[in-house]
């Protein structure tokens, strides 16, 4: 090896030295740089040139060194286990924000709670059922009808509102996810390019998409992996987001419905998520719950698609488990098991659906729940003023209110119960006036009819099944008040909080509500005062379930309780989980740190190591340089 050789190998110290001084500095000057891993150098033996041979080995000198790679310190595995949980974090956060901002609504609703709406509304009944003559109970208790079904109303209104302005969030967050996907493609592109000789690391860029991927799982969970040539393919439930250099795109469209035919039913205001150019179709399963092994409960989109539902959920959403003591399963005094094991598989069959869609949800869970309450009270009311009894008829014939002739086909109807049902105290005595009414649907098609018909009552006795009325000209005709039964697939045919209103007739007049004893029982003038004790009295029984999953039945008061209370209590659950993944996350982070995070005192050390190194290797050529002009003057003389 010539001397002129080991100038070069102190010429490779020099470089491989000032190399690790600029990574260093590098580190240094990035320290406080979001998302930037520190690099470290890592260095290898130059070539080596044999120049003797033994039995033993190979004689060998070397030719300095050189820097083979700049690299990331960075651990694969926590990243990945860091965007879970991150991602984790991020879904229940929006589930507990959710809870938080029902709880607003239910309990300061312009700063009135909706429990004082409730309490009133029971007041007015019992001071109403003390005293039915007195006017003055009568107007309060219009009023405070007026007033429950407005708080219960925007109540109602005000979950949905919550639930339109996730709805609105969907968009904005699914720009966001194309929006990263396109910097990342980008990123991708020139990593490629940059890395292709093979000679360097593009690490600042590295670290730029390794920022936007952790931007990325905040909002939904995927899966990755890297190429040879240093792309990123992103997957998310198995479709494409990212493919090397090209990147896709979702999109938002209105959810639609269809029949077991496949056709359109209904197209609703609700958002759903769908790709836009890969081929596949919707970007998230809304058909199913979120589920921990899944991972399913990850990324604020999915969290809000989750929270906000699919659709305004009502009191028809809550699947009711068939009770073997139903009347209908006893017929002839025979119970018809067949029967209730066909009504217990289609519960089973729609609480799974419920526990996948409404039960999903925390919004339409409480939008359902809160409409069963409503319906239940509303029921109770009108029940009481305009109680209906079941009456099997066959070939009635009448006049609707338009005039037209209407056949009843022959079956069991629920019709006004005209003999024991209390009158207004207007001079018409009128009947069936309901407090809650439908927007679209009266309470009783009335048919006139020309002849009395007949019925029985419990005991078996034969019961007048029409209003007998007198007319001006003299003649008797007959009034049959057929309920117009609620109709499932019809909306507005339901008792429900989108349905509801106070009835018109009685806000214009109070003389119309139903007080006083019938003539027909041969009382006239009275009062009747035992006319709400049954709505008293239904008022502290269990009448509906809260949650389908969990069989215990409440009455008015605990019903609202229970809601409430287990509103907090998923509130709390979701909080705790909240508090988990944010340490969990802070953790991860933390060995994340340790790992690609620069430390200072270690970049000094390594500063000083450099320097130290650079001039060991200055001195080295000083003395090959010595050596050389040494040899050179001696041989010139």
């Known amino acids: 090896m010539s001397l002129f050789t080991s100038f070069d190998i102190g010429v490779s110290g020099l470089r491989a030295s000032q190399a690790g001084l600029n990574t260093a500095g590098h580190n240094l000057s990035n320290t406080k740089t979001q998302g930037y891993t520190r690099q470290q150098n890592i260095l290898t033996d130059g070539y080596y040139e044999n120049f003797r041979y033994t039995d033993k080995s ?8 050189t820097v083979a790679e700049v690299r990331q310190i960075r651990d694969m595995f926590l ?11 991020k879904f229940y956060e929006v589930q507990y924000d959710t809870v938080t901002e029902i709880e607003d609504l239910m309990g300061e609703m312009e700063g009135v709670e909706f429990q004082f709406a409730l309490d009133d509304m029971w007041k007015s009944i019992q001071t109403l059922s003390l005293d ?19 708080s219960a109303q925007d109540l109602y209104d005000g979950l949905y509102k919550y639930q339109q302005n996730l709805n609105m969030e969907i968009k904005g967050q699914v720009d966001k996810v194309n929006s990263i996907a396109e910097q990342i493609a980008v990123l991708n592109r020139e990593i490629a390019r940059s890395e292709a000789s093979g000679l360097e690391n593009a690490n600042d860029l590295r670290d730029a998409r390794n920022l936007l991927m952790d ?5 939904t969970y995927y899966t990755y992996n890297e190429d040879r040539t240093g792309k990123v393919d992103i997957y998310i439930n198995s479709a494409p987001l990212v493919n090397g250099t090209k990147n896709y795109h979702m999109g938002v469209e209105r959810l639609k419905t269809y029949d077991e035919n496949g056709n359109l039913e209904s197209v609703s205001p609700m958002y759903d998520v769908r790709w836009l150019d890969n081929g596949y179709e919707e970007v998230y399963d809304l058909q199913e719950a979120y589920s921990y092994s899944k991972k399913t409960d990850t990324g604020t989109l999915l969290g809000v698609l989750t929270a906000r539902g699919n659709f305004r959920a009502d009191y028809t959403d809550l699947p009711i488990k068939p009770n073997k003591d139903d009347p209908k399963y006893h017929e002839n005094g025979v119970f018809d098991s067949d029967a209730y094991e066909m009504d217990l598989y289609h519960y089973e069959n729609d609480l799974k659906e419920y526990n996948n869609t409404t039960g999903n949800s925390i919004i339409t869970q409480v939008e359902a729940q809160f409409d069963q309450l409503i319906h239940g009270i509303v029921t109770m009311i009108n029940d009481a003023f305009c109680p209906n009894i079941e009456q ?7 006049t609707n209110k338009d005039g037209d002739t209407v056949n009843l086909t022959d079956g069991t109807y629920k019709i006004l119960d005209v003999i024991h049902c209390a ?5 018409n005595m009128t009947i069936g006036t309901e407090v809650f009414s439908r927007k679209m649907v009266d309470r009783y098609q009335v048919l006139t009819l020309d002849a009395q018909i007949y019925g029985t009552d419990a005991e078996g006795n034969q019961i007048p099944l029409a209003q007998e009325i007198q007319n001006a000209d003299g003649t008797t005709t007959y009034q049959l008040y057929v309920y117009n039964e609620e109709d499932m697939e019809d909306p507005d045919y339901l008792y429900t909080l989108m349905s509801l209103e106070i009835n018109q007739d009685l806000i214009s007049d109070y003389a119309l509500l139903p007080v006083k004893l019938n003539p027909a029982l041969g009382e006239t003038g009275g009062y009747n005062q035992d006319l709400l004790a049954g709505l008293i ?7 509906a379930v809260l949650d389908p999953n969990n069989q215990t039945s409440f009455s008015v008061h605990e019903y609202y309780q229970a809601l409430v209370t287990g509103l907090a209590t998923r509130g709390n659950t979701w909080k705790s989980i909240v508090e988990n993944q944010d340490r969990e996350v802070e953790e991860t982070e933390q060995m994340r740190q340790q790992i690609m995070g620069v430390s200072s005192e270690e970049e000094m050390v390594s500063l000083l190591k450099f320097q130290h190194a650079y001039n060991a290797a200055s001195r080295y050529i000083t003395v090959i340089d010595s050596m050389l002009g040494y040899l050179i003057e001696r041989l010139g003389a």
């Not at 009295?537 to 009448?543: I, L, S, T």
């Open 79 to 89: 990243d990945r286990q860091y965007r879970l949980e991150v991602s984790r974090d």
């Open 423 to 427: 009158v207004g105290t207007d001079d």
């Open 392 to 398: 099997e008829l066959t070939g009635v014939t009448g």
């Open 537 to 543: 009295k239904d008022w502290y029984k269990d009448f």
């Open 132 to 150: 039915l003559q007195n006017v003055t109970n009568r107007e309060l208790f219009i009023s405070e009808s007026v007033s429950f079904l407005k």
């Open 58 to 65: 190979t004689l060998q000198i070397g030719s300095g060194v």
């Open 215 to 219: 931007e990325l799982a905040e909002i």
